[in-house]
């Protein structure tokens, strides 16, 4: 594999790669996001039904209710009465906290009954104050039941909850329920899942580059190299040069170009027509494949035109090269089917000689078609260009 088809190799694999990760990394946000948002809303629309249903039983009792709201006697019947009916709640769904408030002033509000154990660290007794939050107004204001998701507490956690109005008989909204859950569990889920699909990405990226490190080629090849005769295209091979060229020079090797050209390939086509044609070019391609080493190229350089490029070998070497190319074609005819015989192929072959540092790539393939246009006099040869020998 030569340096400049490594190199676009290279380079087609990080692009593969870069855009696969760039999709994994879509694919991962709208997982996480979509996932977090959807087991946040749940959580929000399980909080508020919650509340609400605390609040309308409440309000089947309301008047007992105001009369607490008077004694917030944390001693009473009443209290320990709605403790245990909120601790049964708690017990049985993933609520965290349980309370109910009512507002002093826009400012202010204060707890009234809580599900939390008397005296614990948590517990906040009847008459406790904190301050007003935008949340709790808009429910004081509209009397709509609302949700409220993500809100960080250092001391509390990370509570998503919601809060439901109590109504009096006369539709005074007397205060709030609040039912908070603590979703700080929910995120450890969420975020082991997101590490597991990190991995399994990881894993994904690596079998993807071991297979375009082992298939890359089957992306390459169409764009590189001509389908019928699996030769190296004219296009790529102008970037080959120049490589080869610099190369050349920079480690003093040879570099030769062969340029081979069917005989009569014309009358080929107009005698046994274009697909047997084909036929031909993909014959004296395996040919001239198989008569080259493994480190030279083999180009198409147009219909029935073809390159050998040889870097490092001696010129007579090349010649030798050339002459078994064309033994090989002469000595093996295409069969053709529709008329049941053998079409003999000749090839004319022209060959430079990269041995002058101003030289430049346009002048090796101009000596080597030249050489060519001198083997074409006789045909069936080769021919070397030299300066004496242009004509």
């Known amino acids: 594999m030569d340096k400049l088809y490594k190199t676009f190799k290279r380079r087609l694999m990080l692009l593969c790669m870069a855009f696969l990760i760039f999709i994994m990394a879509a694919i991962q946000i709208t997982v996480y996001v979509a996932s977090n948002n959807v087991v946040m809303e749940q959580l929000e629309s399980s909080a508020k039904g919650i509340a609400v249903s605390i609040a309308s039983s409440l309000m089947w009792n309301i008047e007992e209710y105001k009369l607490f709201l008077e004694t917030k006697d944390a001693d009473s019947e009443y209290y320990r009465r709605m403790q245990a009916y909120f601790a049964n709640i708690k017990a049985n769904s993933k609520v965290t906290y349980i309370y109910t408030e009512r507002k002093i002033n826009d400012e202010t509000i204060e707890y009234i009954l809580?599900?939390?154990?008397?005296?614990?660290?948590?517990?906040?007794?009847?008459?406790?104050?904190?301050?007003?939050?935008?949340?709790?107004?808009?429910?004081?204001?509209?009397?709509?039941?609302?949700?409220?998701?993500?809100?960080?507490?250092?001391?509390?956690?990370?509570?998503?909850?919601?809060y439901a109005p109590i109504f009096s008989a006369d539709g005074e909204v007397l205060g709030?329920?609040?039912v908070d859950v603590d979703g700080s569990h929910i995120y450890s889920h969420l975020n082991r899942l997101h590490a597991t699909l990190l991995v399994v990405y990881v894993i994904i990226l690596g079998l993807?580059?071991?297979?375009?490190?082992?298939?890359?080629h089957v992306i390459l090849d169409p764009l590189l190299k001509d389908k019928l005769t699996g030769a190296y295209s004219k296009r790529y091979f102008?970037?080959?040069?120049?490589?080869?060229?610099?190369?050349?020079?920079?480690?003093?090797?040879?570099?030769?170009?062969?340029?081979?050209?069917?005989?009569?390939?014309?009358?080929?086509?107009?005698?046994?027509?274009?697909?047997?044609?084909?036929?031909?070019?993909?014959?004296?391609?395996?040919?001239?494949?198989?008569?080259?080493?493994?480190?030279?190229?083999?180009?198409?350089?147009g219909g029935e035109e073809f390159v050998v490029m040889t870097a490092g070998t001696k010129i007579n070497k090349v010649l030798e090269i050339a002459e078994r190319i064309r033994v090989a074609i002469e000595n093996n005819p295409v069969f053709n089917e529709e008329r049941k015989l053998y079409v003999k192929i000749t090839i004319s072959i022209g060959v430079s000689n990269f041995d002058n540092l101003d030289l430049n790539a346009r002048e090796l393939i101009e000596n080597a078609d030249k050489a060519l246009y001198n083997a074409k006099v006789k045909r069936n040869m080769v021919s070397l260009f030299s300066l004496g020998n242009t004509d």
Do not use: C
């Open 114 to 162: 809580d599900a939390e154990p008397i005296g614990s660290q948590r517990y906040s007794p009847p008459g406790a104050v904190e301050p007003n939050d935008p949340q709790r107004e808009e429910v004081y204001s509209t009397g709509i039941p609302a949700g409220f998701m993500n809100t960080d507490y250092s001391e509390w956690g990370r509570l998503l909850g919601a």
């Open 176 to 178: 709030l329920v609040g």
């Open 208 to 216: 993807s580059w071991i297979s375009l490190s082992k298939y890359s």
């Open 238 to 301: 102008e970037k080959l040069l120049q490589e080869e060229i610099k190369h050349s020079i920079r480690h003093k090797k040879n570099l030769a170009l062969m340029m081979l050209d069917l005989d009569h390939f014309k009358n080929v086509n107009d005698t046994y027509g274009h697909v047997f044609g084909d036929k031909v070019l993909s014959s004296v391609s395996e040919i001239i494949k198989n008569s080259v080493r493994p480190d030279d190229y083999f180009i198409r350089y």
